[in-house]
């Protein structure tokens, strides 16, 4: 499986903005990264899983929306798999554009339907040892 | 018929598997695979609803028509991000 949109290595966000058109005018950046809490628990580290084949074809999916709602944003986007420790990038998106209205539409859009598209799951670990599953269904983050 | 089951997340700890074959008849919707599933797993059987389920990595619904050598998931509550 060729991998475009994800990534078991650290997210380099220089190299993803090098693959934009940057003299467009527009830079519009999101980096998503592990925080220290959820819900009141602590969080020590967090195991990021995906259908890796299904996710590579929703994020491609999701890229030509965009392409389609925002025809003057270019967008690439990068989301890492594996474990994760607090304050590693878990996902970047970097919108360009000749104005700045639509890169920041298009990099919002993009992160938040990547969240209710891609089927990546993430395990949070806590102090004592113990882990469990991030449910959405249950914790909607309600896009903050 | 015979499909390839695949688990993730929360739903791979239940199973205890990653994935498997399965056998099932001739024209089973992926709602009947669901069901079977439900009578053996107590955390599916929980469920009120089907969860997302893809067939060959698509999302589809739960009407869908399996084919012999299908991939299908069953997809717990997405968190990417």
Redesign the interface.
């Known amino acids: 499986m060729s991998l475009t949109y994800l990534t078991a290595d650290p997210i380099d966000v220089a190299s993803l903005i090098a693959e934009t058109r940057p003299s467009d005018g527009a830079l519009c950046l999101f980096v998503?990264v592990v925080r220290n809490e959820n819900a009141g628990r602590e969080t020590t580290a967090i195991e990021?899983?995906?259908?890796g084949?299904?996710?590579e074809?929703e994020m491609a999916k999701l890229a030509e929306a965009l392409t389609r709602d925002f025809p003057q944003v270019q967008v690439r986007m990068r989301?890492r798999i594996g474990r994760l420790a607090v304050g590693d990038a878990?996902?970047a998106i970097a919108a360009v554009s000749p104005h700045r209205s639509e890169a920041f539409a298009a990099c919002r859009a993009a992160?938040d339907r990547?969240?209710?598209?891609?089927?990546?799951?993430?395990?949070e670990f806590h102090p004592d040892g113990s882990s469990d599953?991030?449910?959405?269904?249950r914790r909607p983050d309600q896009g903050r | 018929m015979r499909v390839r089951l695949l688990h993730f997340a929360s739903f791979r700890d239940a199973v205890g598997r990653e994935e498997e074959l399965r056998d099932f008849p001739e024209g089973s919707r992926v709602e009947e695979l669901w069901a079977a599933l439900a009578r053996e797993v107590p955390l599916f059987a929980r469920f009120a609803a089907m969860p997302p389920a893809a067939v060959n990595r698509e999302y589809v619904p739960a009407g869908t028509v399996l084919r012999d050598g299908d991939e299908v998931a069953f997809l717990p509550p997405v968190a990417g991000g």
């Not at chain 1, 990547?114 to 395990?123: E, R």
């Not at chain 1, 599953?133 to 269904?137: C, I, L, M, P, Q």
Request: charged share 15%.
């Open positions: 998503g990021y899983q995906a259908y084949s299904m996710a074809l989301h878990s996902v992160i990547l969240k209710t598209t891609v089927p990546i799951w993430k395990k599953w991030v449910d959405t269904s």
